[in-house]
């Protein structure tokens, strides 16, 4: 018998874009929400620009985005970890695809993780290299993805002193 465990998540959201005329018309109402989790500080998001957003503001394309390079990251420390590799410096510049068809339909087409690696000197590269097919395998937010999540890691021995910034 395989045992199952469930992790439940709750978020908030409330549109405060309301500007006194509701939705009457596509230009009548600010994209503003707000993203709530008890006990976290609140994320004010918005519309995309090309949407009537504020540029200012987090989208949701871009909190997708980044919630699929930061589950990748730390799914491949942990990794990492549990292998023996030190990893001492670790960014990464993801960038996702959205297409529009003429219709306003729209989905991801792809996104693209650009992990860029410093590893402690002495660590195995070919393993931590590895790891990373491993971790995209692994990722809660990739495995939930119905679009191609494709990782294109740089991997480098660390040659500053010690392992941290």
Not at 13 to 19: E, F, H, I, P, S
Not at 47 to 56: V, Y
Not at 80 to 104: E, F, H, K, P
Request: hydrophobic share 40%; charged share 20%.
């Amino acid at each position: 018998m395989t045992m199952r465990r469930v992790h439940e998540y709750s978020v908030g959201l409330k549109w405060d874009g309301n500007r006194g005329l509701g939705t009457r018309d596509y230009l009548s109402y600010a994209r503003r929400f707000r993203l709530t989790v008890e006990g976290k500080p609140d994320i004010v998001g918005t519309a995309d620009p090309a949407f009537h957003g504020e540029t200012h503001l987090h989208n949701p394309e871009e909190l997708l985005l980044a919630a699929v390079t930061s589950c990748h990251m730390l799914t491949y420390l942990a990794l990492c970890a549990r292998n023996g590799i030190t990893v001492s410096r670790y960014a990464d510049s993801a960038r996702g695809i959205l297409a529009l068809q003429a219709s306003g339909e729209g989905r991801f087409e792809e996104i693209e993780l650009q992990p860029l690696v410093a590893v402690a000197p002495g660590s195995d590269v070919a393993a931590a290299i590895q790891l990373h097919e491993r971790a995209h395998e692994l990722c809660f937010i990739a495995n939930s993805c119905s679009f191609p999540i494709h990782c294109r890691a740089d991997v480098q021995v660390d040659r500053s002193e010690g392992t941290g910034n």
